[in-house]
Structure formats: structure tokens, C-alpha cells
């Protein structure tokens, strides 16, 4: 094992955890549930409620309980965005340009270090057939085509992990990005989030 593969073994974990990073903002924080679920419906139902009533104490206990997910940070723009129709519309604009930039969040991570994998495959398998050409022979010399079937092994394992890391890192941006995108869009799309206006 070479630096190399040490540095794409550190690159591989840290996109791990960008994408469990990711995975834990947009499948757990970000929706309060399934447009159609239960829950979801529940506490539009009572932040309606409370809107209508003018309990504003139950109101603003609703949204902070929902503070994370972004319908409640909507929700939350539209009831308490301003005095008039003007100051409502910019509170909901500023909610949801911050949403869409949530929404690309740690996505050019994933493809920075897509690309990273690439180079550093290039670079382990460029290295190793270079360190044989150039490099005296050692001990490891004494037995004919040792030297270059490790560094054949070598360079095949760089490739491996380096395309295995690009290939991770373009896939799970993609699917981050359409699942962020979908969120995004249930949430501007809410026929409850009209209502209460």
C-alpha cells in the first residue's frame, strides 16, 4: 500500500461523510413526512388552525416544533413574514432562496472529490509504472518480475479505488441533487401552504 492509496482511502471516507451529511439533511430534517402522510397533513391542519384563530402563542409553538423541515420554515415565512403583502412575499422569497441553496449544499463537494478520485487513479498507476522504470532494484529484484508484478497490482488497486470513489461521488450527487430538487418542489407545491394565505 502506497500513499496514494492512503490518500484515496482518506478522500473515499470523507465523501462517505458528506454524503451521510446530506442523506441526514435532506431524508430526516428537511421533510416533516410524506406530503400525503398522516403527519404531515396533522400539523398543517393545526398551524391552519392557529393561523385562523389568531392563537399566536399555539402558532408559533407549531413552527418552532417543525423548526428544521423546510414546510415549517414556509409555513413559518408566510405567517409571520411581515405586516404587509409586500414584507410576506420578500420573507418567503428570502425562506425559499435559503432552501434552494440548501438544497445544492455539499453537492460540489461530491463532485470536487469525483474528480479528485479520477486524478489520484491517474496518478497511483502513473506513479507505480514510473517508480519501476526509474527505481534501482532492491531485494525484491532477485526474483525475476516480482518488482514490476507488484507494481502492476499497485497500480490496478489505484485505478480501482479511484474509479470506485468518482463513480460513488457522481452517483450519490445525482440522486442528493433529484431528491433535494423533488423535496424542493413538494414544499413550494403545497396546496396547504396556499391556504393559509
Not at 1 to 23: C, N, S, W, Y
Request: hydrophobic share 50%; with cysteine.
Amino acid at each position: 500500500m502506497t500513499a496514494i492509496h492512503v490518500a484515496q482511502i482518506v478522500l473515499g471516507g470523507a465523501a462517505a461523510f458528506v454524503v451521510a451529511a446530506r442523506v441526514r439533511a435532506l431524508g430526516f430534517q428537511a421533510p416533516l413526512g410524506d406530503s400525503r402522510s398522516s403527519r404531515s397533513s396533522d400539523y398543517v391542519g393545526a398551524v391552519r388552525a392557529a393561523h385562523r384563530q389568531g392563537d399566536e402563542s399555539r402558532l408559533r409553538f407549531l413552527l418552532r416544533s417543525g423548526q428544521a423541515a423546510w414546510s415549517s420554515r414556509v409555513l413559518s415565512a408566510i405567517c409571520f413574514g411581515g405586516a404587509g403583502n409586500a414584507d410576506e412575499e420578500r420573507a418567503l422569497d428570502d425562506v425559499v432562496h435559503e432552501l434552494r441553496y440548501e438544497a445544492r449544499r455539499g453537492l460540489w463537494v461530491l463532485r470536487g472529490f469525483a474528480r479528485i478520485g479520477t486524478l489520484t487513479a491517474l496518478l497511483g498507476a502513473l506513479w507505480e509504472v514510473l517508480t519501476v522504470s526509474t527505481k534501482k532494484q532492491s531485494i525484491l529484484g532477485l526474483k525475476a518480475g516480482f518488482v514490476e508484478t507488484v507494481a502492476i497490482e499497485n497500480a490496478s488497486l489505484a485505478l480501482a479505488m479511484g474509479i470506485s470513489i468518482t463513480g460513488f461521488c457522481w452517483a450519490c450527487a445525482h440522486i442528493l441533487q433529484r431528491q433535494a430538487t423533488q423535496l424542493l418542489d413538494e414544499v413550494l407545491r403545497m396546496e396547504e401552504v396556499r391556504g393559509l394565505e
